[in-house]
């Protein structure tokens, strides 16, 4: 079979495909060819003198990071209709019943080379209410050796952020 046939096969196959959530070995399969668009929000609260943050844990069938705290964060997919629909998506996935007392707040992009491939990511906080479960939250400035790795800077962005609207 010649690579103009494959590339046919290929494409008349991802043609079949439903815009949206990917079975995870196609999603990882494309993702490492392409640059995927995330969108993280870091949930924070002021107690204290200190900045707590709430971090989820991975599934343990996660393919890079299984079982580890990660700043929550989704894919943009192509079946997502706006930002707040993606954040919404991710508020009821990564942290439902915590508290939150506004909109997400956008503070900067980064371009990184993660396990996957390349990713761009658009970092936000949002508020956390004084109300939150204080047993499920986190010091930014000590967190865990279990965090993701690259997440731990995108914590620190949304913290340092987060203090300087508060100041």
């Not at 107690?47 to 990071?65: E, S």
Request: glycine content about 6%; proline content about 7%; aromatic content about 6%.
């Amino acid at each position: 079979m010649s690579a103009g046939s494959d590339h046919d096969e290929l494409c008349r196959l991802l043609n079949q495909l439903t815009p949206g959530l990917l079975p995870r070995d196609v999603f990882h399969a494309i993702a490492r060819l392409m640059v995927t668009t995330t969108y993280v929000v870091v949930p924070l609260l002021r107690r204290d003198g200190k900045i707590l943050t709430f971090l989820p844990r991975r599934g343990a069938d996660d393919l890079y990071y299984p079982s580890m705290l990660n700043a929550p964060g989704t894919v943009i997919r192509a079946s997502d209709e706006s930002l707040s629909a993606v954040y919404h998506r991710l508020a009821i996935s990564e942290f439902p019943g915590i508290p939150i007392k506004g909109d997400p707040v956008f503070v900067d992009r980064v371009y990184d080379l993660i396990v996957r491939g390349r990713e761009i990511s658009l970092i936000h906080w949002v508020e956390m209410s004084d109300t939150a479960d204080l047993t499920q939250l986190i010091d930014v400035d000590e967190l865990p050796g279990d965090v993701v790795p690259t997440d731990r800077a995108r914590i620190a962005m949304a913290a340092d952020d987060y203090r300087k609207r508060a100041a």
